[in-house]
């Protein structure tokens, strides 16, 4: 084997590999964090090596210096043009000097090449890096990946190598060998430190780590405890993303509104952020068009598959009658819940319900055709996606998003460790979405309801910016992203004067014009050298977006180049090289072998724990069952091989996918129903249909959901409204009323079709809600935004009482409409209320329950006043509106009745 490409644990004389372990050190102060990841490397062997060590950094991370220690001397990084910093570093390393060269891969991925380890001696190298702190909801989230996780490569094999990854080069991911380090089981681990000062006492919680806090006054030292690998080392495994959560702090104290950097001489930087508050807004929210895409590969097997299921559900639930939706799951190939977008009814929700509780985890993570399927579907509207999965065409996936995108937004959720983050992030930058990262000791449920209903939020297009009082120039980002309610918005800016005046944002939210005027002082002196960072690294994130071809791409190259030499930061075309130059002895000869130093396997990720033999390594006959055990054909894509065993010797790879069979693969048509052997599930409780899908195949039944079953208090109750349960009455009234109506809309076989039964109303069970599952009421929610209801009066009236019933249990635990989680259902049922009050007039008191109770409930002025005008012909609501006390008294006697 050629030593230069050997990888793996140990080299060819048994030492073991440079790497001695990784470092986190810096600080989280304020809005932003400055944090230094240091490498330490000791060459065992007898002869000078030289490392290749590919790792991962935030992908909005902007990396603001680079050194190496050698024999405790220091020697600062610069940022050259990158094939300059590649002949400077491999010119040092020729004539014997010591060196590190540092190179972007992907914006989440980097190679640090340290070049003539000395046999004995240590050596350092440290990579600093600029963060941007946003706070939402009084919380502040800092994550640090800590492995470059195996991905789906597709494409067929085809070009030179130009690195040591385990992956080889394909027409879709031609630096497929440059992102792809080779799987072990290594020995170094990770320790942190990190100083934690926002002036104020915080709480710090991790879902990824045991925490070691220290309390140094309103400060805190946060370090990492052990984990059983490494018991007496101080030190954890490289195997998940390390995740902090700071709460209970205060968004204003986090967030300075205006931060700015400027010596005696040149001009100045500022960073502004707004938090805008929009809930009041819009009065009549626009129709939708939703696409839901969610994996079902292998690894979402376990708790992440069926959490997806329950957040699907509550999603729904949050569509208003007359919204148009589909759901796409997909693995190898993709599947649709109908062949287009259908109109969001009572049937259409019930069978929606019924397909999402019979998807299945298996196979691969093929992403492209399902989301350019779902942004086609939906060209305006609003995509969905849900995925664990790394892949390694990140730039042919975005592209035909953006090449099949009106102007949809997508919005992502990128489940457990080492998902593909520079994918998702450029996703919501680009298509004015957003994206959420939910980690391992998270629920996905919660995380995806709350998402999801930021992205039916009021929200701010067609922005424009004009400065009064102060010039500011070279804005970024230049096209201004939209403005969302609670949702931080930042915008970098240069100054040549110093003054003060103000800036005003206009644009429309729906119809309605908007304006925000914020005061802006801008000194001429001060010193927060970050901001300058900040501003070049987004400055340069908007050129790279640009798109350009022939001359003026080049001249835009030319352009990001020059930005970043004179501001120090690494990019794709820029790279930090170092160089120890060394006299006498340390000084040496030859060309040092290359030790590509392995990484762990993602932590949960069981097709690398199934049967691993001596040497790392396991035999394709024992990888995890969900996987086929076929080679890929070509064209067919490339997938990660098994973990490399002593001596870097690296046994056929094995595709973590499953082959499907031909008739199995639907190309963006109606999904075929899952096989007959396996039973038919209810997919919600206590509304799920006893399903029978065309061609006399039922859905598959789910997993019993005990871990969402074990979740405390009342959010884990709300959850297990959305899990699938073993038996409930068929669809309602309205519904069977709706059938004909929906069948106009679709094929009738892409529906499943549902059979009467009898059901036990949420009005029927007033009585007991409180001490049943409260939050399963939720789950339970019609189409219309409404619950349905028995006893006497007409439908209107009978569900107008049992949703003032329902709202007025939930308003007892707190939940009202501007909950963070579940506000949006209770807005939707208040606006059911206030449609349906006209035809209560014949029932006056359940008119004065359901508008006190929408009363109760309601945030914002436009929706209480509309209440108000809706309840002036009720005299036993006159005055009470005025006073919370009587009113919540009056209604809690109403719904005894």
């Not at 939706?325 to 929700?349: D, H, K, Y």
């Amino acid at each position: 084997m050629n030593e230069q490409a050997k990888c793996g644990l140990f080299t060819r004389d048994g030492a073991q590999v440079p790497l001695q372990g990784v470092e986190v050190s810096g600080e989280l102060l304020g809005g932003h964090a400055r944090v230094r990841v240091t490498q330490r490397y000791r060459n065992e062997e007898k002869k000078p090596v030289e490392a290749v060590y590919t790792f991962p950094l935030p992908s909005d991370a902007t990396l603001s210096a680079f050194s190496m220690t050698c024999a405790g001397r220091r020697v600062a990084g610069v940022v050259k043009e990158r094939e300059e910093a590649f002949r400077t570093y491999d010119t040092a390393i020729t004539e014997g000097h010591g060196a590190a060269l540092l190179d972007q891969e992907r914006p989440n991925v980097f190679t640090a090449q340290v070049g003539n380890l000395l046999p004995g001696e240590e050596t350092l190298v440290e990579v600093e890096f600029l963060q941007a702190l946003t706070a939402e909801e009084g919380s502040v989230r800092w994550m640090l990946p800590t492995l470059v996780a195996p991905r789906y490569m597709p494409g067929v094999v085809k070009g030179d190598r130009t690195a040591h990854g385990s992956a080889a080069p394909t027409t879709r991911v031609p630096d497929a060998d440059r992102i792809s380090p080779p799987i072990g089981t290594p020995d170094y681990g990770l320790r942190m430190s990190l100083l934690i000062d926002v002036g104020h006492e915080v709480v710090v919680e991790s879902p990824s780590h045991a925490l070691d806090i220290t309390r140094e006054g309103t400060r805190l030292r946060v370090g990492l405890k052990p984990d059983r690998a490494h018991e007496g080392r101080t030190e954890v495994a490289l195997d998940r993303d390390v995740v902090l959560n700071l709460r209970n702090a205060n968004p204003d104290v986090m967030l300075t509104p205006v931060v700015t950097h400027r010596k005696a001489e040149g001009p100045g930087t500022f960073a502004l952020t707004v938090v805008p508050d929009l809930l009041n807004l819009a009065a009549a929210p626009p129709r939708q068009e939703v696409v839901f895409v969610v994996d079902t590969s292998g690894s979402m097997d376990g708790e992440s598959l069926p959490q997806a299921q329950a957040a699907l559900r509550l999603c729904l639930r949050h569509l208003r009658e007359g919204d148009r939706f589909n759901v796409i799951a997909f693995e190898n190939s993709f599947r649709t819940f109908t062949p287009a977008p259908v109109t969001f009814t009572q049937r259409t929700l019930e069978q929606a319900d019924a397909w999402v509780a019979g998807l299945r985890a298996s196979g691969g993570t093929e992403l492209l055709e399902p989301l350019v399927a779902a942004m086609k579907a939906a060209p305006d509207g609003v995509v969905v996606l849900l995925t664990d999965g790394q892949v390694g065409n990140e730039g042919e996936i975005l592209e035909a998003v953006l090449a099949a995108r009106g102007s949809g937004r997508v919005f992502s959720f990128g489940i457990g460790t080492n998902v593909s983050d520079a994918l998702l992030r450029d996703l919501a930058r680009r298509t004015d979405g957003a994206v959420e990262f939910i980690h391992p000791g998270e629920r996905i449920d919660d995380k995806v309801v709350a998402q999801f209903s930021k992205a039916l939020a009021p929200r701010v297009t067609d922005l424009e910016v004009r400065f009064d009082g102060v010039e500011a120039s070279e804005l970024a980002p230049a096209t201004l992203p939209p403005l969302v309610d609670g949702t931080p918005w930042t915008l970098f800016g240069r100054y040549a004067q110093a003054g003060t005046g103000s800036v005003t944002l206009k644009g429309r939210s729906g119809r309605e014009p908007f304006s925000l005027t914020v005061r802006l002082d801008l000194p001429a002196l001060s010193d927060r050298p970050v901001v300058e960072k900040l501003w070049a690294a987004e400055r340069i994130r908007g050129w790279m977006d640009a798109g350009l071809v022939g001359r003026r791409a080049e001249a835009m190259k030319e352009r990001i180049v020059q930005l970043a030499l004179t501001h120090q930061l690494a990019t794709r075309y820029t790279s930090f090289v170092v160089v120890e130059e060394r006299q006498g002895e340390r000084r040496a000869s030859g060309t040092p072998e290359t030790r590509v130093v392995p990484v762990n396997a993602p932590a949960g990720w069981s097709m690398f724990k199934q049967g691993q033999q001596e040497g790392g390594l396991a035999p394709p006959q024992d990888v995890d069952d969900d996987y086929d055990d076929a080679e890929p054909t070509t064209g067919s894509g490339v997938m990660m091989p098994i973990p490399a065993g002593p001596g870097g010797i690296t046994r056929p790879s094995t595709p973590l996918r499953r082959a499907t069979p031909p008739s199995a693969v639907s190309r963006g048509g109606a999904a075929p129903p899952p096989p007959p052997s396996m039973s038919a599930p209810a997919p919600m409780a206590p509304m799920p249909i006893q399903a029978e899908a065309r061609d006399g195949f039922a859905p598959p039944a789910p997993k019993e959901q005990e871990a969402a079953k074990k979740k405390g208090g009342l959010l884990g109750r709300m959850i297990s409204a959305a899990m699938p349960q073993k038996s409930a009455p068929a669809p309602t009234e309205r519904a069977r009323r709706e059938q004909k109506k929906d069948k106009a809309e679709a094929p009738p076989e892409a529906f499943y079709e549902a059979e009467e039964a009898s059901m036990l109303s949420v009005a029927d069970a007033a009585d007991r809600l409180a001490a049943e599952d409260v939050g399963s009421v939720l789950g339970r929610q019609l189409a219309n935004g409404l619950w349905d209801g028995t006893g006497e009066g007409s439908e209107a009236v009978r569900q107008a009482r049992a949703t003032a019933r329902v709202l007025l249990v939930l308003l007892r635990e707190g939940i009202t409409s501007s909950h963070p989680l579940h506000g949006a259902q209770v807005k939707k049922a208040v606006d059911a209320l206030l449609a349906l009050a006209p035809q209560l007039t014949q029932a006056p008191d359940v008119a004065e329950l359901a508008l006190g109770v929408a009363w109760l409930v309601a945030a914002g002025p436009r929706t209480r006043g509309r209440i108000e005008q809706a309840a002036k012909p009720l005299p036993g609501l006159d005055g009470r509106l005025a006073d919370t006390d009587a009113l919540r008294q009056h209604v809690e006697t109403l719904a005894t009745r």
